[in-house]
C-alpha cells in the first residue's frame, strides 16, 4: 500500500505536531491530491480522503502499532498521500515506526524543546537527535528551527541519511 503512495509524509517534534498533520493534509487535499491522515495528539483520529475526523477508539495504551492499521485500513489504490504524526516517544520506537511502518519521503521536524525528557535526553542536541529517528532516508526534511546548535544536529543526521533538509522561512 505503501509504494502507491506519492507522498509519505512523517511529522515529528515537541510540539505542534497534530496541527502541522492537519494543515499538510488539508493543503493536499484542496490542491486535488487524494489524501488520508492520523493525528494523535489529545484527540487520536484518521482524517478520511473529505477531511472528516474519524476518531480511533482503543482498548489499551496507544501503541505504535496503531499505525499499521490506519496504513491497512484507510490507504486504497486511489489515495496519493499520507500525513501522519508520530506517536512515540522513545527514539527507538519512532525509528521502528519510520523505517519499518511509515518509511517516509517527506519528514517534518516542527520544533525541538526541552520535554520528555526521561526518554528523549537531557540537552537539545540530544532530543534533536530522538526526533530526528523518524528523519527520511534519501528523501526531505523540513524543519521550522532556527538554532544553530539544533541545525548542526539536524543536517549531520539528514546528510548520513543522505536526506535534503529544508529550512522553512516563516516569513
Request: proline share 5%; with cysteine; aromatic share 2%.
Amino acid at each position: 500500500r505503501l509504494r502507491g503512495l506519492d507522498l509519505r509524509i512523517h511529522v515529528n517534534g515537541i510540539r505542534g505536531k497534530s496541527s502541522v498533520t492537519r494543515i499538510i493534509a488539508g493543503l493536499l487535499r484542496d490542491a486535488g491530491c487524494v489524501t488520508v491522515a492520523k493525528s494523535t495528539g489529545t484527540f487520536a483520529a484518521v482524517i478520511n480522503r473529505d477531511g472528516v475526523d474519524e476518531p480511533i477508539h482503543r482498548n489499551g495504551p496507544a501503541t505504535i502499532l496503531e499505525q499499521i492499521n490506519v496504513i491497512r485500513d484507510n490507504v486504497t489504490p486511489d489515495v496519493k498521500a499520507l500525513v501522519i504524526e508520530c506517536m512515540a516517544l522513545r527514539p527507538q520506537y519512532q525509528e521502528v515506526s519510520e523505517r519499518m511502518i511509515v518509511r517516509s519521503n517527506i519528514g517534518v521536524l516542527t520544533n525541538v524543546r526541552e520535554d520528555h525528557q526521561d526518554v528523549m535526553g537531557e540537552t537539545l542536541p540530544e532530543i534533536a537527535a530522538s526526533l530526528l529517528s523518524t528523519c527520511p532516508r534519501k528523501g526531505v526534511l523540513i524543519t521550522g528551527e532556527r538554532n544553530p546548535e539544533i541545525l548542526k544536529v539536524i543536517n549531520y543526521i539528514a546528510g548520513k541519511r543522505r536526506t535534503m533538509v529544508i529550512e522553512a522561512d516563516p516569513e
